[in-house]
């Protein structure tokens, strides 16, 4: 993986899929960009580059024989991005989305910084609280609700915390946080309102009551977007005239709405998660939040979860990466082909899906620049989200971590970087 900074010139407009109308409303533009624009941005980059740019639309690969959709083309097809994070290089910090699964509090000795106060977790049965006869609205294949220890409050959380903030939150250590150096109060961009005001198309001259305001973003003083890139697969064949990815450094490329302009720079240090070691892990339960949105073909639920079952949903298998592509090569050539369960090699990984705490889904669209209009609207889950996991044995909790960790588990726009998550463990809130 080669890691890039993107520097902003000025402000920054990243908005968001509400209408944005001349005389009418205004753009909310303000807001950390999905990876989905990172992702064309730099490819489209890439191709402009290369002189590979498509000016037309053509058959995309085969499944089962046949072609599947349509493709601009080939080139750069294999580009997979980590990010964007926010990153300090005054301070060398990187910040990650806030888990959803923090209650946080004023701090007693200054009332504008905000401190966490402990974890929301799930709800054991006991012989005082018993689940099974108590009435329950959770969907299936859900068992236990997510709890707070706190009382309700208005207070906001922050929208990112430091990787320093990740480490002890993935240990199950919320209490040994150092709040002075882990606090999650740091400002790391302003809003700025810009005025502008509609223009005839067939005339170029200013429209009357047609005026506007439009949200921009502008990162503090030595913020930066991180986002890592990863390298050419050696498996797959590349276009020759692909240029390597290193042309990127130094360059100046359009991200976001309005084409804002952005310096691309390559960095020394890579992209590096916290992480537990899984040598270390000596438990049966273990969580999974996610650093960036995920769109999942069951709504809130991925896709390789099987919720009519109760016990074992989880459908991922601990694989070869070598022997994988070799098995998932049948699908494109056999038109007869399907995935048999029973002839697959690789041993299922016994979990089980028993919690989750949520966030409100973050809206998807987009243009095709090829066909001239919208993408489809996807509801995504946003980042921060917790889904919680039990295993029957600790070698089931190192396979679900390996399938896990830093892993992009979206079941759509995975190599544009969603559903990138990270693994911590957890335990039960005791009701006493």
């Not at 480490?167 to 919320?174: F, G, I, M, Q, T």
Request: contains cysteine; proline residues 8%.
């Amino acid at each position: 993986m080669t890691t890039f900074d993107l520097i902003p010139f000025d402000t920054c407009f990243f908005r968001d899929s509400k209408p944005l109308a001349a005389g009418s409303s205004y753009g909310r533009g303000a807001r950390w960009p999905l990876p989905l624009t990172i992702h064309s941005a730099i490819r489209s980059a890439l191709l402009s580059l290369s002189g590979l740019t498509p000016t037309e639309k053509k058959n995309g690969y085969e499944r089962r024989g046949k072609s599947q959709g349509k493709i601009g083309t080939e080139a750069y097809n294999w580009l997979h991005i980590k990010g964007p994070f926010p990153v300090d290089r005054k301070e060398h910090r990187l910040f990650f989305p806030t888990p959803l699964d923090i209650s946080w509090c004023i701090h007693q000795e200054n009332n504008r910084s905000l401190k966490p106060s402990k974890l929301l977790r799930p709800l054991k049965q006991t012989e005082m609280f018993n689940l099974s006869e108590c009435k329950s609205n959770l969907p299936n294949p859900l068992r236990y609700p997510v709890v707070s220890q706190d009382p309700p409050s208005k207070v906001r959380p922050p929208s990112f915390v430091s990787s320093e903030f990740y480490k002890y939150y993935l240990e199950d250590k919320l209490n040994e946080i150092n709040s002075s150096e882990c606090s999650g109060d740091k400002e790391l961009w302003d809003s700025e309102y810009r005025i502008g005001i509609g223009i005839n198309p067939e005339t170029q001259t200013v429209e009357e009551s047609k005026l506007f305001a439009a949200e921009h973003l502008r990162l503090r003083e030595g913020i930066r977007l991180c986002f890592s890139i990863n390298d050419p697969p050696f498996y797959k064949l590349q276009n020759p005239d692909e240029s390597p990815i290193e042309c990127l450094n130094q360059e100046t490329i359009t991200v976001g709405g309005e084409d804002r302009f952005f310096k691309v720079e390559k960095v020394k240090e890579p992209l590096l998660f916290p992480s537990l070691d899984v040598n270390d892990l000596k438990t049966t339960r273990l969580k999974w939040v996610l650093l960036s949105p995920a769109i999942f073909s069951q709504g809130w639920l991925p896709g390789w979860i099987d919720p009519q079952k109760q016990k074992e949903n989880v459908l991922l298998r601990a694989i070869d990466k070598e022997k994988r592509r070799v098995f998932r090569k049948q699908r494109r050539s056999d038109r007869e082909w399907k995935y048999d369960p029973s002839k697959d090699e690789a041993p299922p990984i016994k979990a089980t899906l028993v919690a989750a705490r949520i966030g409100k889904p973050i809206i998807i669209g987009g243009w095709e620049v090829l066909e001239k209009g919208p993408r489809p609207t996807l509801l995504a889950v946003p980042p921060g989200s917790v889904y919680y996991f039990e295993t029957e044995k600790e070698e089931d909790t190192k396979s679900l971590f390996q399938a896990l960790h830093e892993r992009c588990r979206s079941d759509y726009y995975g190599e544009k970087g969603f559903g990138l998550g990270l693994c911590g463990t957890w335990d039960y809130f005791e009701f006493t």
